[in-house]
C-alpha cells in the first residue's frame, strides 16, 4: 500500500508557473506508475499526465507542451511542472498510483492523494 500526499498548488497569475510535489510513502515507489489528474468545480475528474516505472511520459492533449511530469525515486515523488497556465487550469490536482501500468483510465488507478489546488487568475 502507498499514501500519497500532493504540495504546491497555490494562486498563480496566467501565464506563470507552478510545480506540484506528490510524496509517496513506502520503499516500493518505483514500482509503481504514476499519474497526475485534475478536476475542476462541476466537472469530471481528467487525466493530465502519467509516467511509467521506466519513466515512459504521456501526457492529455490539453496540457502537451506545457506540463512536464517526472519522478525521482530516489526521493519518492513524482513532480508536475506546469507552464504557460491559463485560467482554465484552475482546478484541484491529484495524483495516483498505479502497480500496473501507466494509464489515462481513472479507473486504473488505486492509490490516490487529498489533492492540491491550483488557481489562475487572468
Known amino acids: 500500500q502507498v499514501q500519497l500526499v500532493e504540495s504546491g498548488g497555490g494562486l498563480v497569475q496566467a501565464g506563470g508557473s507552478l510545480r506540484l510535489s506528490c510524496a509517496a510513502s513506502?520503499?516500493?515507489?518505483?514500482?509503481?506508475?504514476m499519474a497526475w489528474f485534475r478536476q475542476a468545480p462541476g466537472k469530471e475528474r481528467e487525466f493530465l499526465s502519467a509516467i511509467s516505472q521506466n519513466g515512459i511520459t504521456y501526457y492529455a492533449d490539453s496540457v502537451k507542451g506545457r506540463f512536464t511530469i517526472s519522478r525521482d525515486n530516489a526521493k519518492n515523488t513524482v513532480y508536475l511542472q506546469m507552464n504557460s497556465l491559463k485560467s482554465e487550469d484552475t482546478a484541484d490536482y491529484y495524483c495516483?498510483?498505479?502497480?500496473?501500468?501507466?494509464?489515462?483510465?481513472?479507473?486504473?488507478?488505486?492509490?490516490w492523494g487529498q489533492g492540491t489546488q491550483v488557481t489562475v487568475s487572468s
Open positions: 513506502g520503499r516500493t515507489f518505483s514500482s509503481y506508475a
Open positions: 495516483a498510483a498505479s502497480l500496473w501500468v501507466a494509464s489515462r483510465t481513472r479507473a486504473e488507478y488505486e492509490y
